[in-house]
């Protein structure tokens, strides 16, 4: 024990940079935490509950829940799909498309609008026949939910991935042994074992859908009350100096924010041996 | 095994497990709708803008100062995030204090923040009469609406990842090797820079490469806090929005596939890192 502690920093050396350590998050991370509940409330919880309740802010809130509630359930389903696909079976290019399911991480979100303003702007690819048709996708809801899936696409297959190798395929080919069909094997052994995995990659893609800025910014038009996302509305109200609304609508933002921390931190310390090692806390 | 390919004959010895080629097929279709269909609008039309179009595109003094500021600026927020990073993870695996676990959970909080609550209450706090902003203005130091206020929006996106990359590596190296260095006489700095520190450089080069990458494609944060004056504070990401207001597809195009193929670099050098050193250590033994 003697020589363990011998390696130690001298005691001041330690508090100094555990105290910096403390600094260095409280300027960076709590202090802008804590404005945004500071100029939120600025006004007092009348004006608060104002800002938040206005006909345009609901259809902004609206509209961000509908993103989300189109954009989770189909990254779960494909996400696990995926995952089920490259952590059981080896195949040719497999490093490749593990590589592409990455790609929305690297991608700037302003490129990823670009992307989709090419395939379905009026001079874009599909912009001519989709005109003709009368269908409308860019600068309306659709585009929203395109942009927002290409951004949020890799979240629950990179969280399954690591996790379904780890755990190997010894159950489900026990299961399979023992007569189980395909779907019998996943519900009654996948699913319950890579469960909590699941839950911590729709929450990550959950918490990512409705904050996202840059991507649906390039793609929404802008249009109040029809194609605006919160964090749209957000921009837009803080750009009309209207600087208390805009923080108003931030903090309820950032309230999910803080949500999505707990949960996660809480599905770390509780089912951590779930989740994919990385993501393991001790 | 062989009971099972005799009782199933679908299922054959090499791939026993059911469902590979429905999830396999499903997964690359959803791929090609939602990620590559898009991306390859954006190469083909890059491809199609030919020399002359990408000069003209290139050969602009604004597009070259935005090109600069985002490349100098993210470069700078990501040197600095690896070093904070590396004291804060540091911190957070070795020592024991009250507080600790809260401090670990806070690190993801730019994770979870969305970019564009983050960019105003940086720009709130680093403006003249902000929290922070009214004790650097004495000072001389302006940092909202200057490229500084780029790095430091840059420093609050790249943070997570240099702390989150690092912290699995420092959690698994134990204290034996430094016990061994100081037991054969090493002395505390000799056996941080001589064997602490090897063992963590390629996971602090992965941190310092992803919040790079992270911080040049970073729109939301930084729109706020950097007053987006042309040929001064105004980023590339921004710059292609601009030229798509103004229907100049291919000005936003040139601009994207920079960005684009500086994105791929970065994603191959990360994927390089641990090779790199591992062919390092294998020369020195």
Same mark, same amino acid.
Request: hydrophobic share 55%.
């Given at each position: ?167 190997? #395929? ?6 399979? #042994? ?72 931030? #903090? ?31 | ?6 009782? $199933? ?51 602009? !003094? ?27 993870? =540091? ?39 902000? =929290? ?14 200057? /490229? ?15 702390? $989150? ?5 420092? !959690? ?72 798509? !207001? ?27 890192? /641990? ?11």
């Amino acid at each position: 024990m003697a020589d363990a502690n011998a390696l130690d920093p001298p005691r001041w050396l330690r508090a100094l940079l555990i105290l910096s350590a403390v600094a260095v998050m409280a300027l960076l991370v709590l202090l802008p935490l804590a404005v945004v509940l500071g100029s939120g409330f600025a006004g007092g919880v009348r004006a608060w509950y104002a800002a938040l309740s206005e006909p345009d802010a609901l259809a902004a809130l609206r509209l961000t829940l509908f993103t989300a509630a189109i954009v989770i359930p189909l990254n779960a389903v494909f996400g696990t799909l995926t995952a089920w696909a490259l952590a059981r079976f080896e195949f040719r290019g497999k490093r490749v498309l593990l590589a592409l399911i990455d790609l929305p991480f690297a991608v700037s979100p302003v490129v990823a609008g670009l992307c989709l303003v090419l395939l379905f702007g009026n001079h874009g690819w599909f912009g001519a026949w989709l005109q003709a048709h009368d269908v409308k996708i860019l600068f309306a809801r659709p585009a929203i939910v395109l942009a927002t899936l290409f951004i949020t696409f890799p979240f629950v297959a990179r969280e399954l991935i690591p996790l379904m190798q780890q755990q190997g #395929s010894d159950e489900e080919l026990a299961a399979r #042994s023992l007569g189980a069909g395909a779907w019998t094997m996943f519900r009654r052994v996948t699913l319950p074992n890579i469960k909590w995995g699941l839950l911590y990659g729709v929450l990550l893609c959950g918490a990512r859908a409705m904050g996202e800025f840059g991507a649906v910014s390039v793609v929404s038009g802008h249009i109040r009350g029809l194609t605006n996302t919160l964090p749209l509305h957000i921009e837009i109200l803080y750009n009309e100096f209207n600087s208390t609304a805009a923080f108003a609508v931030a #903090s309820l933002l950032c309230a999910l924010a803080l949500v999505t921390l707990v949960l996660k931190f809480w599905l770390e310390s509780r089912h951590g041996d779930a989740l994919a090692s990385s993501q393991r806390r001790h | 095994m062989d009971a099972i390919a005799k009782t $199933r004959p679908g299922a054959g010895p090499r791939r026993p497990l059911p469902g590979f080629g429905f999830s396999l097929g499903l997964g690359l279709g959803w791929l090609g709708v939602v990620i590559l269909l898009p991306l390859s609008a954006l190469v083909l039309h890059a491809a199609g803008l030919g020399f002359a179009g990408w000069w003209r595109a290139l050969h602009d !003094e604004r597009v070259q100062a935005a090109v600069k500021l985002s490349f100098g600026a993210s470069f700078a927020a990501a040197l600095v995030a690896a070093c904070a990073g590396t004291l804060v993870a =540091w911190v957070v695996v070795r020592y024991r204090f009250p507080g600790r676990r809260l401090l670990d959970a806070m690190v993801d909080l730019p994770f979870a923040m969305p970019t564009a609550v983050a960019g105003i209450a940086l720009t709130a706090l680093y403006a003249q009469n902000g =929290w922070i902003g009214r004790w650097l203005q004495p000072l001389g130091l302006k940092v909202a609406y200057t /490229p500084l206020g780029i790095v430091v929006a840059l420093v609050f996106i790249g943070m997570p990842f240099a702390v $989150r990359t690092l912290q699995p590596v420092l !959690e698994t190296l134990g204290r034996e090797p430094e016990q061994a260095a100081a037991s054969l006489g090493a002395g505390r700095f000799t056996t941080l820079r001589r064997v602490v520190l090897p063992e963590l450089l390629p996971a602090i080069l992965t941190g310092f490469s992803l919040a790079f990458a992270r911080a040049l494609g970073e729109y939301g944060s930084v729109i706020f806090i950097a007053g987006n004056l042309p040929y001064r504070t105004e980023i590339a990401p921004l710059l292609i929005t601009i030229r798509l !207001e103004e229907y100049d597809y291919d000005g936003a195009v040139a601009i994207a596939a920079l960005l684009l193929a500086a994105s791929f670099l970065c994603l191959l050098a990360i994927n390089a890192i /641990p090779n790199l050193f591992k062919h390092a250590r294998r020369r020195d033994g």
